[in-house]
């Protein structure tokens, strides 16, 4: 049985409807759509250009996604994007996204891409992604070292 490329996970399965008053208010620029509160604000004013937030740590594609999710409740997910979809997502406290990425990698996770998922699961402190890369290098052990 060959596995599926990408996936898309949702929460909702009647899809998003917008609300025409504020949307009218978010195109004229007077609504606000994201609050970003951030511990340290004096690191985000040096990032902040015309009003925009730099964080360049993610690629567009992936913050695109974690916004579509915001709105719409789905996001799609590929081997492509899995492993910085689950930072990301991580560093923002989704445990609905990460679970869905630890989910859509536990039957993709192989001999190739284990140190990779290894890594991430190791810096996040994740035990659902360390617990799908345990078996892996278990079985390639002696492959993986050398």
Known sequence: MELAVKS???EQSNGYIECAPFARLQRLGKFSDVRIEVSAPEQAVTNCV????????YERDIAEAVVVFAYTGSIEISMDNAVRLFLLASNLGSRTITSWCAEFLRTRVSRENVEQIWSVANATKNTQMIDICVP??????????T
């Open 8 to 10: 898309i996970y949702s």
């Open 50 to 57: 015309g009003g925009s937030l730099r964080w360049r740590r």
């Open 136 to 145: 892996v290098i278990a079985a390639h052990f002696d492959s993986i070292t």
